[in-house]
């Protein structure tokens, strides 16, 4: 499809631009852009050199699938270069990150990153978060503070909250890779999202927001005709 094509693009052209010649350890996202990332670190000839980092489960088997050497972000804090997907990104490099529910993971993997680069297709391209991404803000939640946090957000302007359910794969809440909760938030177009995510963040029980502030230095986004379109 356009938007798988679109999405390798991205990752390739992210991982042949990026590499820096002594680069060791990689963060590796989550999601399904970042599997091409993944895929293409894999065919680099001094692949067995680098030490991936995951962002949750689903980023650890794909470390593991594409032969990759994997490591644990307590044995490496600081990392060379990260590079995961977004739900949608502004002209700034804010993003909204968190749709695949691994926003914390993703977030502590990102902040430990000399260079955080964001892949995506298309649809991702946005003039302000909240406009392309309409299923709202995902924040993680300590479980027992969902009522609460709930009651919070409302005050802070959200017009829906939703405590996000497994659906057919699971009866009740998803459960995040760190044994939280997930509430999606929606506050409409975000004209000033880091004043936003400072106040979720300073709430009781929020663990992480997927409000990403000044961390991407560079997002690719493979277009809908072929090509790549590189924000910085
Ligand atoms: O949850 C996330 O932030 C992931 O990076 C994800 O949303 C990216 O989505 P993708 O499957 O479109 O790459």
């Known amino acids: 499809s356009l938007v798988e094509k679109a999405k390798k693009a991205a990752a390739y052209k992210a991982v042949d631009d990026n590499f820096p010649p002594n680069a060791k350890y990689i963060g590796i996202g989550s999601g399904s852009t970042v599997v091409y990332v993944a895929e293409r670190i894999g065919q680099l000839p001094n692949k067995d050199s680098f ?18 050497t994997l490591g644990t972000i307590e044995q490496f804090p600081d990392l060379d270069i ?21 926003l914390f993971q993703e977030k502590l993997v990102a902040a430990s990153a000399k260079k955080f680069i964001v892949v ?5 391209e ?23 946090v709930t009651k919070d957000l409302k005050q802070l ?17 998803v459960i995040t890779d760190n044994n939280n909760f997930l509430i999606d938030a929606d ?14 963040k300073s709430l009781v029980g929020v663990v992480e927001t997927g409000l990403f502030i ?4 560079a997002s690719y986004f493979g277009e809908e005709a072929g090509g790549v379109k590189l924000w910085t």
């Open 120 to 124: 995506a297709d298309y649809r991702k």
């Open 214 to 217: 000044g961390m991407a230095s």
């Open 187 to 200: 506050f409409g177009e975000i004209e000033d999202p880091a004043d936003l995510h400072n106040k979720i």
């Open 82 to 102: 990260a590079f995961d997907g977004a739900d949608e990104v502004d002209p700034k490099l804010s993003l909204i990150k968190g749709g695949g529910a691994c």
């Open 157 to 173: 302007g959200a017009k829906t909250i939703t405590l996000r359910q497994g659906g057919k794969a699971k009866a009740g809440p």
């Open 126 to 148: 946005s003039n302000v978060l909240g406009k392309q991404w309409t299923q709202g803000v995902p924040i993680e939640i300590v479980p027992n503070s969902y009522v609460k």
């Open 51 to 68: 030490i991936c980092i995951p962002t949750g489960f689903q980023s650890k088997q794909l470390i593991i699938d594409n032969g990759l």
